[in-house]
């Protein structure tokens, strides 16, 4: 049977130093601060803002949103945008993506400020992740995969660990995280000409692909550390993840649930980035 990595477990043991160091920045005058930038009230967003909110403010951040309505312009969107990005009083800024199709968040990525940018998603800070600069910030949810698997005392050092996604917020960010840590990395797609195969190889299997429970036990070797990024909702309205979890756990080591598993670690280190930038 396999140990399942409860995300809860992770955001625990950070809770603590988290807390050590809100206090210590409060003792200074700093009150951390997230600011939220959401267009529109979808359903995905107001939910993730939400567990954000409830987890941050727990640690003493301070979350605030910023809402717009769904038809705004693209002018006023960055005009918003510039206003957060200037302020002294917020630490970091996330924007809600994907935007309405009108909208356009390539020049919010150029011009969001590199510590701000606690997601991750500015090229400076790709670029430095990239290059193994300590000033990087890399996007939370794959940031999230190294501190479960840490958390849990798993070995990456020289595993062979295969990704099955390879967007700019998860799967390829991802795959540089796992680089420093010296695992040997493969990334799948949907051109991937043989994914069972190749899934099979795996001692870290992640799945970032958005399918919902595309993971079958015929892709998992025995012993496999199972980490599933994947949210998707399933045929009866039921949140799952891209592991077929039934079918996957028996073959195992250890194994990340969804819903309960990455998901809670990714609001942890969203905090942790907050009160980074707050302290530099
Ligand atoms: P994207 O849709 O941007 O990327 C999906 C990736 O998976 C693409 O690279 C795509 O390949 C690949 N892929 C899709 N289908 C298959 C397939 N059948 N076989 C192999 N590869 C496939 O999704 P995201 O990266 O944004 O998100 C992935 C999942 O993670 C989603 O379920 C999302 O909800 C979830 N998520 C979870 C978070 C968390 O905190 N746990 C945070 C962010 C996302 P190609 O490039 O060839 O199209």
Redesign the pocket.
Same mark, same amino acid.
């Given at each position: 049977m396999a140990v399942v990595m409860k995300g809860m477990e992770v955001a625990k043991s950070m809770k603590n130093e988290l807390i050590f160091r809100v206090e210590k920045l409060k003792e200074s005058g700093i009150i951390p601060s997230l600011a939220i930038l959401r267009v529109g009230e979808k359903e995905e967003d107001l939910s993730y803002e939400r567990g954000a909110k409830k987890r941050l403010e727990g640690l003493g951040v301070v979350c605030e949103t910023a809402v717009l309505p769904e038809d705004v312009t693209q002018e006023d969107f960055e005009k918003k945008f510039d206003e957060l990005n200037v302020s002294n009083k917020v630490h970091g800024i996330l924007v809600f993506q994907p935007l309405p199709k009108h909208l356009n968040i390539e020049p919010v990525k150029e011009r969001i400020h590199p510590r701000k940018d606690v997601d991750g998603m500015s090229p400076v800070n790709m670029g430095r992740v990239f290059a193994n600069d300590k000033k990087g910030v890399a996007p939370c949810?794959p940031a &999230?995969v190294i501190e479960m698997l840490k958390h849990f005392e798993i070995p990456i050092e020289g595993k062979e660990v295969v990704i099955?996604?390879?967007?700019s917020?998860?799967?390829k960010p991802l795959s540089i995280l796992f680089l420093q840590e010296n695992a040997t990395v493969t990334i799948?797609?949907?051109?991937?000409k043989n994914?069972e195969d190749t899934c099979k190889g795996a001692e870290i299997l992640v799945a970032?692909?958005?399918?919902p429970k595309?993971i079958k036990a015929s892709m998992v070797s025995e012993g496999c550390v199972v980490v599933d990024?994947?949210?998707?909702v399933d045929e009866e309205g039921k949140l799952c993840g891209?592991v077929d979890y039934e079918q996957v756990e028996p073959l195992a080591s250890y194994i990340s649930p969804t819903p309960g598993g990455? &998901?809670s670690v990714?609001s942890s280190v969203l905090a942790k980035h907050v009160i980074e930038s707050a302290e530099s």
């Open positions: 949810t &999230g099955v996604g390879r967007s917020v998860v799967g799948c797609h949907t051109r991937t994914l970032a692909a958005g399918v595309m990024v994947g949210i998707n891209d990455t &998901g990714t």
